[in-house]
T-cell receptor
């Protein structure tokens, strides 16, 4: 089955700096890659996602890049703010007819943005 | 516009007991998935239901079962609880299985 590795497990940056979180996946058939942000005691919230037919997607300060050949994808947060502090999870899914479309998650990255 | 709702929010059970967790999807969403999140880990897939049929099952024992009702709400049942079942149980809904999944707040289960 699919295996998703996520690095680093913790990341501390100064406010205004950029943060990058990287994930690798094992199933070459995976074609959907969402990123979720989970604040302490809260539900995971989708912040951005990308499908395998594009290599990059951007939404204001957040961007995701995908390298299908290398089977890795990354989350980039620019101009970080203290409210960006949370645990970030990457996930991968095989979105083809007949599959169960399950999300396989990485173990998460605790991002701390210091004021 | 209400998001995914789950009940109860917290639950304490003892080993060997049975538990039922409930989920109401976003209005119009027909697919519900269940995930288990152990402290410090990412969510792990348990089940997916679409149009009241099971569409997928993760690597969980038969003590775990689920169903989806005609109104698309869902229940997750866990029998013969073990200490290791202590976790946050998350429900996620989507319009269709291949669409974006939106998570509920979860039910935190503690097994003593």
């Amino acid at each position: 089955g699919e295996n998703v590795e996520q690095h680093p497990s913790t990341l501390s940056v100064q406010e205004g700096d950029s943060a990058v979180i990287k994930c690798t996946y094992s199933d070459s058939a995976s074609n959907y890659f969402p990123w979720y942000k989970q604040e302490l005691g809260k539900r995971p919230q989708l912040i951005i996602d990308i499908r395998s037919n594009v290599g990059e997607k951007k939404d204001q300060r957040i961007a995701v890049t995908l390298n299908k050949t290398a089977k890795h994808f990354s989350l980039h947060i620019t101009e970080t703010q203290p409210e960006d502090s949370a645990v970030y999870f990457c996930a991968a899914s095989r979105q083809v007819p007949g599959s169960n479309y399950k999300l396989t998650f990485g173990k998460g990255t605790l991002l701390t943005v210091n004021p | 516009d209400a998001g995914v709702t789950q009940s109860p929010t917290h639950l304490i059970k003892t080993r060997g007991q049975q538990v039922t967790l409930r989920c109401s999807p976003i209005s119009g969403h027909k697919s519900v998935s269940w995930y288990q999140q152990v402290l410090g880990q990412g969510p792990q897939f348990i089940f997916q239901y679409y149009e009241k049929e099971e569409r997928g099952r993760g690597n969980f024992p038969d003590r775990f079962s689920a169903r989806q009702f005609p109104n698309y709400s869902s229940e997750l049942n866990v029998n013969a609880l073990l200490l290791g079942d202590s976790a946050l149980y998350l429900c996620a809904s989507s319009w269709q299985p291949r669409e974006t999944q939106y998570f509920g707040p979860g039910t935190r289960l503690l097994v003593l």
